[in-house]
């Protein structure tokens, strides 16, 4: 009798464990999987960061300078799924001269839904005409708005004039298509090369413009 009564504890006992290991591996999955992605989420977002950060040798903005300073054909890798945007210099002012870059993200590494945040010292989104010496040719700003679940994060890169103290000399690069390239791609690579060089006399200022070509693969 006392053996049959054993033989009942034991058993609720082991269905009690179940329980309770199951409601540990729920409360784990739960708490855990959100974390991983988050975890996943700030080294992606960290990756993007790397991919505008003018101290990076390999980063966008280091790449299109060398090739216009240089000349030659260079190719930027990324390994991020997201959207890439051309706009190429029109003439119309600074804002037609950038490329763009966008993911969807679980974490931010920016203040959400606010306008366009510079990280670039000195600069401002669009950007002004820059000292040679003192402010870098390219600017990189970035922002992240809400979508309800998720964030869309976007980086932007602007090339703009830069002006010696004296006024006398100006110095540009210009993103413009590679023929028959498009303007919007979610490709994983983006071919430089360099085009054509001119001196434009502006007044007493001689602004020397170099044209970079941007192909999305």
């Given at each position: 009798m006392f053996a049959g009564r054993k033989g009942q504890g034991d058993i609720i006992s082991a269905v009690i464990l179940v329980v309770i290991a199951i409601g540990l591996v729920g409360t784990a999955y739960m708490w855990g999987i959100p974390l991983i992605e988050k975890q996943q989420g700030r080294t992606v977002v960290d990756r993007m960061d790397s991919y505008f950060d003018g101290t990076n040798v390999n980063s966008l903005p280091r790449m299109i300078e060398d090739v216009a300073n240089n000349g030659g054909e260079k190719t930027f890798y990324s390994n991020i799924d997201g959207?890439?945007?051309?706009?190429?210099?029109?003439?119309?002012?600074?804002?037609?001269?950038?490329?763009?870059?966008?993911?969807a993200s679980k974490v931010s590494n920016i203040?959400?839904?606010?306008?366009?945040?510079?990280?670039?010292?000195?600069?401002?989104?669009?950007?002004?005409?820059?000292?040679?010496?003192?402010?870098?040719?390219?600017?990189?700003c970035a922002r992240a708005d809400s979508t309800g679940v998720n964030y869309n994060i976007t980086y932007r890169m602007w090339f703009r004039e830069i002006d010696e103290s004296s006024g006398t000399r100006g110095y540009k690069i210009n993103l413009v298509r590679r023929e028959g390239g498009p303007l919007i791609s979610t490709g994983k690579s983006i071919r430089i090369s360099r085009g054509d060089v001119q001196t434009i006399t502006q007044g007493s200022k001689r602004l020397i413009t170099t044209e970079v070509k941007i192909l999305f693969e």
């Open positions: 959207l890439w945007t051309l706009n190429e210099y029109d003439g119309s002012g600074e804002e037609n001269n950038s490329i763009e870059f966008m993911i203040g959400v839904d606010m306008d366009w945040i510079s990280f670039t010292d000195g600069g401002t989104c669009p950007p002004e005409i820059g000292v040679l010496g003192i402010d870098e040719g390219s600017v990189v």
